[in-house]
Structure formats: structure tokens, C-alpha cells
């Protein structure tokens, strides 16, 4: 079974910040292109942000651009995601996954523990 293990949601209200963080195996973690991706009640998992291997390039989906920030520690095999200005539609469960660094679709199949953010307006 992969190990990813996304932590740091919470619930704020609206305009407030988050930083997730995600770990996982070196398996996972070396020499992949690694994503955030959220999925909201009742709809579709989407991509939210990716980052290269070694921290370069990152690609954010218009709804978070200028307001997310995805980074890496390659020593720690860990990826966070800094979300600032935070909205009501910005609420689901958020994963962690490995990417392919050609089209940022994920590895595998398999999404770990996700963690929940939930905005208030």
C-alpha cells in the first residue's frame, strides 16, 4: 500500500490561511513531479497544484492562482501547500499524490489519507 499522509486542514473562515503538509515514502517522494489535489462534496477530483523535482516548474489551477503556494523538502520527502485567502469553494478534502512530470496526471491509483478544509463565509 503507498504511503501518503497529507495533515494541516482545518476549518476557518473566509481570508484565512492554511499550510498542508504531505508525506511520503522515497519511493513516492524521489525523482517524481508531485501534486495537490482537492475534492469537494459531491464533485470531481481535481488538481489544485504540482511542482517539479526539484522545485521547478509548479502549475496551479486558475481557481488558486495567486492565492496557493506549492513547495518541496527533497531531504524530508515532504510537499506542502500554502493556502492563503481562503474561500468557501476552496473546501473539500485535500490529497497528495505522485505526478508524471510530462502532463501532472497522477502515478497511481491509490490517494492515501487526505485531509478536510472547510471554509466559512
Known amino acids: 500500500q503507498v504511503q501518503l499522509v497529507a495533515s494541516g486542514g482545518g476549518s476557518v473562515q473566509a481570508g484565512g490561511s492554511l499550510r498542508l503538509s504531505c508525506t511520503t515514502s522515497?519511493?513516492?517522494?524521489?525523482?517524481?513531479?508531485m501534486g495537490w489535489f482537492r475534492q469537494g462534496s459531491g464533485k470531481e477530483r481535481e488538481r489544485v497544484a504540482a511542482?517539479?523535482?526539484?522545485?521547478?516548474?509548479?502549475i496551479y489551477a486558475d481557481s488558486v492562482k495567486g492565492r496557493f503556494v506549492i513547495s518541496r523538502d527533497n531531504r524530508e520527502n515532504t510537499v506542502d501547500l500554502q493556502m492563503n485567502n481562503l474561500q468557501p469553494e476552496d473546501t473539500a478534502v485535500y490529497y497528495c499524490a505522485g505526478v508524471r512530470c510530462d502532463n501532472w496526471t497522477p502515478l497511481l491509483n491509490d490517494w492515501g489519507r487526505g485531509t478536510q478544509v472547510t471554509v466559512s463565509s
Open positions: 522515497e519511493y513516492i517522494f524521489n525523482g517524481n513531479c
Open positions: 511542482i517539479g523535482t526539484g522545485g521547478t516548474p509548479t
